[in-house]
């Protein structure tokens, strides 16, 4: 009789053993989820949990803890990059009158007599003004990028019809440098959902980088799974050099009157339309990838 009992006391306990692992791998699964939602929208609802297991609740309660540290952690960030954004836009908008007028003056002196120092210093003057006129544009060029404020204004683009466009602006000065870009195209239109003022921009400033370092070549090739390819012979980049090309204000010694800010503003107009951007350097030659999947 006693091993008969002893059995049945030892099923009982596991049988409760198994229904408290399962009470406690649902409690689990019920913080994951939760986790996960709260990680993923902005929103001050803590991990609640129905199980009473001790254990269970210690950890939910953990997570509620650091997850409030996060939401103000979250906000400082947000409320600062938004202080940040409008202080390069009011600053930016400040510098554009006195530059274009300092400009303007400029302009007037080189039609005067001077001599050959007076000219060589104002040609340095008209350099600096230039360039300083020229970050002034980029800067509120990417505070508008960057800005969730205003949504893309979304329409069916031929992505065909865009690359042929970006490359004839500028081929006069692809030619200039000796360069001819070569095109290809899948002979299917690739039609995607995108803001066709934003992708111009993206394809312009992608091919003034390529304009910029380039080694005498350019191949632009569009897939139809809608990625665009830009590729070219950079001997003066290196790897190390081309995983800093999209950092805001990074500039490398080859590019010419360059502020650091093109691939930036390529690199934000692109992910909020929902595509990805990212460059690799092999073999000497630098590819840029722009991809807008379905």
Not at 132 to 151: I, K, N, P
Request: aromatic share 6%; glycine share 8%.
């Amino acid at each position: 009789m006693l091993p008969w009992l002893l059995c049945a006391a030892l099923a009982a306990a596991v049988l409760a053993l198994l229904v408290k692992l399962r009470l406690l791998q649902r409690s689990l699964d019920d913080i994951t989820g939760q986790l996960g939602e709260r990680l993923s929208s902005d929103t001050n609802n803590p991990i609640f949990l129905s199980a009473r297991d001790p254990y269970a609740r210690r950890l939910a309660a953990e997570l509620n803890i650091h997850l409030k540290e996060l939401r103000r952690q979250r906000r400082r960030y947000e409320n600062g990059d938004r202080e940040l954004k409008e202080a390069v836009t009011n600053i930016s908008h400040d510098l554009r009158t006195p530059l274009t007028a300092i400009c303007g003056y400029l302009e007037l002196l080189e039609r005067g007599d001077r001599t050959p120092d007076q000219a060589r210093y104002l040609s340095l003057i008209a350099g600096r003004a230039q360039a300083m006129r020229q970050l002034t544009e980029e800067l509120l060029r990417y505070s508008v990028a960057a800005s969730l404020e205003d949504e893309p204004a979304l329409e069916p683009v031929d992505l065909n019809g865009a690359v042929e466009e970006a490359a004839a602006a500028l081929y006069g000065a692809f030619m200039e440098r000796g360069i001819v870009p070569a095109v290809s195209l899948p002979e299917e239109r690739v039609v995607r959902i995108l803001d066709r003022a934003a992708l111009s921009r993206v394809l312009g400033n992608l091919l003034t980088n390529a304009l910029k370092y380039s080694g005498g070549d350019l191949e632009v090739t569009l897939t139809p799974d809608g990625s665009i390819i830009l590729s070219n012979a950079a001997p003066g980049l290196d790897e190390v050099q081309v995983g800093r090309l999209f950092d805001r204000f990074y500039t490398v010694e080859t590019g010419r009157s360059s502020t650091g800010l093109g691939l930036s503003i390529a690199r934000a107009l692109t992910e909020r339309m929902g595509g990805t951007i990212a460059a690799r350097y092999e073999a000497g030659r630098l590819a840029v990838t722009l991809r807008f999947p379905l």
